[in-house]
């Protein structure tokens, strides 16, 4: 038996026009529907692809501290943060985490699930818990007393606006803190 020869069709050559044997032609009307709903669909591609233009980032500044009642050898305090949104388009979120260290050394952590928006060019005031461990505090503390200055404390504060479907809006603020003397230790 022979194997039949690639590119013949019944022992012809195939042709190389469509339709093919088994398929139809489409009319211009279904050809013109089928080119209009491509189009469309490269529209809205292109569309999203431009929604995730690059922002600048959210600018943060720290407005407050208070303290709460802890639990056990815990400290906990609320931040209060404020946010600017010098973008276009609002940002919206649906959950925090806040990260601080002090001295390049982890000191504070706190998530919240709340929900809001910092409307586009606008800012808006937020508040997160945030819990400081006893090892982080003690940790601290002999590096504060041990230094020669409590001026200038060099911070970091890293945090995360949950809820685009891109993985939120991160923020970083960096700055010094001046501490009260705690009295000073003779060396």
Partial sequence: ??????????????????????????????????????????????????GMVARDPVRVNVVGLEAL?????????????????PNETPIEYDGLALELELNGKPFATGVSDQQGRVPRFGETVIVIPVTVSALSAVRQ???????????????????RLSGSPF??????????????AIGKIDR
């Avoid at 993985?167 to 009260?180: D, I, V």
Wanted: charged share 15%; aromatic share 6%; net charge positive.
């Fill in 141 to 159: 503390a002999i590096g504060l007393v041990t230094d020669a200055t409590l001026d200038n404390v060099p911070y970091r504060l890293r945090g």
């Fill in 1 to 50: 038996m022979n194997a039949p020869r690639l590119g013949l069709y019944n022992g012809r050559q195939r042709p190389h026009h469509f339709p093919r044997p088994g398929m139809r032609a489409l009319s211009p009307r279904a050809s013109f529907q089928v080119l209009l709903v491509l189009s469309t669909l490269v529209a809205v591609a292109l569309g999203g692809c431009a």
């Fill in 69 to 85: 009642p802890g639990q056990g050898l815990e400290m906990r305090f609320n931040v209060k943060l404020r946010l600017q949104n």
């Fill in 167 to 180: 993985g939120g809006t991160t923020f970083t603020e960096t700055g010094t803190l001046s501490l009260p």
